[in-house]
Nanobody
Framework: QEQLMESGGGLVRPGGSLKLTCVAS????????MGWYRQAPGNERELIAQ???????VYADSVEGRFTISRDNANNTLYLQMNNLLPEDTAVYYC???????WGQGTQVTVSS
């Protein structure tokens, strides 16, 4: 059974940056499309960035140009570099295999002055 562990969240000022990390246990990670999702209070969990096994990326309009998803297949690790953060980016951030069913515990990102 796959296990996912997100880390790297925290409190940051508007305009600041954070880098999130997701470590996956599934040995099929290297051939699996992956995604970053977020959920703010009162909102649905939404897909904000996805990456194929060979590195092709797609972003939600809300984060396009500010966030970068990447992966390190040798270490079963997924990253989300977040720049120019806005208060509306405040949410719990999760990673998941795009076609998978298992979530990690998430990591809290709070953008506030």
């Amino acid at each position: 059974q796959e296990q996912l562990m997100e880390s790297g969240g925290g409190l940051v000022r508007p305009g600041g940056s954070l880098k999130l990390t997701c470590v996956a246990s599934d040995p099929s990670f290297s051939i699996s499309a992956m995604g970053w999702y977020r959920q703010a209070p009162g909102n649905e969990r939404e897909l904000i960035a996805q990456i194929t096994s060979d590195g092709i990326t797609v972003y939600a309009d809300s984060v396009e140009g500010r966030f970068t998803i990447s992966r390190d297949n040798a270490n079963n690790t997924l990253y989300l570099q977040m720049n120019n953060l806005l208060p509306e980016d405040t949410a719990v951030y999760y990673c998941k295999q795009y076609f998978g069913m298992i979530w990690g515990q998430g990591t809290q990102v709070t953008v506030s002055s």
